[in-house]
């Protein structure tokens, strides 16, 4: 009986598992594997999880195709392989996210404008500046430590997004709009499960200053849920993709950035 329940809950998990792989990512999963607004409320804890996955892609193909072609161009295929295994999920939610807090002035307004399927002027600027800035500073990073960065920051990124179901209320029904379903709930004990997903891979790098990368996430993500609340009283799919993108570009452009270099000479002198 005991291990009749073990194995329930093992496979129970994997289903939850799977919820959230073929939610966030175009890899293929087991036809068994049904929808249910419980286990996409369940599978919030491993959203950072398929953050490994999402940038352990990315790590092999910049690992091996950094033998045989430049830095710049490996750079971008490691992009690509992100958006490709997403199927550009986030950066979408980004694009809605910029239209519609750049063009609506009212709740109903900015949350029209996100349903949108079409991508506007602001959308189109943000996607070209945040995958520019996102190129440039990878190509900043040292490249032996670059696919555990790229692992860290798909995972952190992630967690921080879902960080906002936590302490945020959804503003949206799904049947009143053409979004995606979306886990709308989380438990504290998720919260933390996922916690350790995000901040787990800073054990990949030697140089533990690298967790105090972990700071300006965390106060970005803060400033994007108090705009959230603001304008429109919570989240959406869309302000969850938006906080991954940035979040994840704000990790790397700190890993540039190194502050830890520039605290530690200010306390020696």
């Not at 005991?2 to 289903?15: M, Y």
């Not at 950066?91 to 239209?99: C, K, Q, T």
């Not at 400033?223 to 938006?242: E, M, P, Q, S, V």
């Not at 906080?243 to 890993?255: A, G, K, N, R, S």
Request: charged share 15%; net charge positive; with cysteine.
């Amino acid at each position: 009986m005991i291990i009749k329940k073990i194995f329930r809950r093992i496979g129970k998990e994997i289903n939850i598992f799977f919820t959230a792989l073929q939610f966030f990512t175009r890899i293929p999963c087991p036809k068994r594997i049904k929808f249910s607004e419980e286990y996409l409320n369940k599978s919030s804890r491993y959203f950072p999880l398929i953050g490994w996955i999402v940038g352990g892609f990315s790590a092999v193909v910049f690992y091996l195709c950094n033998f045989i072609m430049p830095t710049q161009i490996v750079i971008l295929l490691t992009m690509i392989c992100s958006i490709l295994v997403t199927g550009a999920f986030h950066e979408d939610g980004l694009a809605d996210f910029v239209d519609g807090f750049g063009g609506g002035y009212t709740k109903e307004r900015v949350l029209t404008i996100m349903k949108d399927s079409q991508i506007g002027t602001f959308g189109a600027i943000a996607l070209i500046l945040m995958l520019s800035l996102k190129y440039t500073c990878l190509l900043y990073i040292e490249p032996i430590i670059l696919p555990f960065i790229l692992i860290i920051g798909h995972s952190l990124s992630r967690f921080a997004s879902t960080s906002l179901i936590f302490i945020q209320e959804y503003v949206r029904e799904n049947e009143d709009s053409k979004a995606k379903p979306l886990a709308k709930k989380m438990s504290f004990g998720n919260f933390i499960i996922g916690g350790v997903f995000g901040i787990v891979p800073f054990l990949l790098l030697r140089d533990y200053y690298y967790f105090f990368l972990i700071i300006p996430v965390v106060v970005t993500t803060w400033i994007l849920g108090h705009k959230f609340k603001k304008k429109i009283g919570g989240y959406t799919g869309d302000c969850l993709g938006a906080t991954q993108q940035i979040t994840e570009v704000i990790f790397y452009l700190f890993v540039v950035i190194k502050p830890w270099i520039y605290i530690l000479s200010v306390i020696q002198a």
